[in-house]
């Protein structure tokens, strides 16, 4: 079975400060890890992913990601916050030769100006 | 191009009536899946549509819940004899092939409470 979690239910940052959302995940095999934004009212929106190779992976808005298998972790991070990145972040994971996704239970960012 | 679409945004109804939730997915995506989002249960995965294959519906939380997809495209999630538990934000997404490397793009969702 596979699973994520996003161990800060909230998270509180800064304008123009780092911005970090944590994610660990635990699978049988090789993951397949992505990172959604939900705003309010609205559906998930896709910001990146990890299939393969470099364990750095840059998305859309400024974010990236860094994959470590040694510490199953998949990060989030952005190196400058605004506050229109105040939002609810979900990681989610899925293994080869499946098609759901699993997610964490969600993280809300608050970025104070 | 188009996104994901969900109709309605919103629907209230009352404990024992059936709804339908309405999803058109991206044109071209062969994959279609149903996600449910509430408070207490997190994201949860629903049911599974791929090309003409059967349905995957191991997600589905009781047999009231049912779904179809008509032609490859539309598909509508109904509810039958709701319950005050089934109130939560129905998600669907698609995708371009359902396995392997690609990305499930979402709706916006149907918000759904059983009064």
């Known amino acids: 079975a596979q699973s994520v979690a996003q161990p800060e239910d909230q998270v509180n940052v800064a304008e123009g400060n780092p911005l970090t959302v944590k994610c660990t995940y635990s699978?049988?095999?090789?993951?397949?890890l992505f990172w959604y934004v939900q705003y309010p009212n609205r559906g998930l929106q896709f910001l990146l992913k990890y299939i393969t190779g470099d364990n750095l992976v840059k998305g859309s808005y400024g974010f990236e990601a860094e994959f470590n298998k040694s510490q199953t972790s998949f990060h989030l991070k952005k190196p400058s916050a605004l506050v229109s990145d105040s939002a609810l972040y979900f990681c989610a994971v899925r293994v080869p030769n499946d098609y759901k996704l699993s997610f964490g239970a969600g993280t809300t960012v608050t970025v104070r100006a | 191009g188009a996104g994901v679409s969900q109709s309605p945004s919103n629907k209230v109804t009352e404990k024992g009536k059936d709804v339908e939730l309405r999803c058109d997915p991206i044109s071209g995506h062969t994959a279609l899946y149903w996600y449910r989002q509430s408070l207490g249960q997190g994201l949860e995965f629903l049911i599974y549509?791929?090309?003409?294959?059967?349905?995957?519906k191991s997600g589905l939380p009781s047999d009231r819940f049912s779904a179809e997809r008509t032609g490859g495209s539309v598909s509508t999630l109904t509810i039958q004899r709701t319950q005050q538990e089934d109130s939560a934000v129905y998600l669907c997404?698609?995708?371009?092939?359902?396995?392997?490397?690609?990305?499930?793009?979402f709706g916006p969702g149907t918000r759904l409470t059983v009064l």
């Open positions: 699978v049988s095999g090789n993951p397949y």
């Open positions: 997404a698609s995708s371009s092939a359902g396995t392997g490397t690609d990305t499930q793009y």
């Open positions: 549509f791929q090309g003409n294959s059967a349905p995957d």
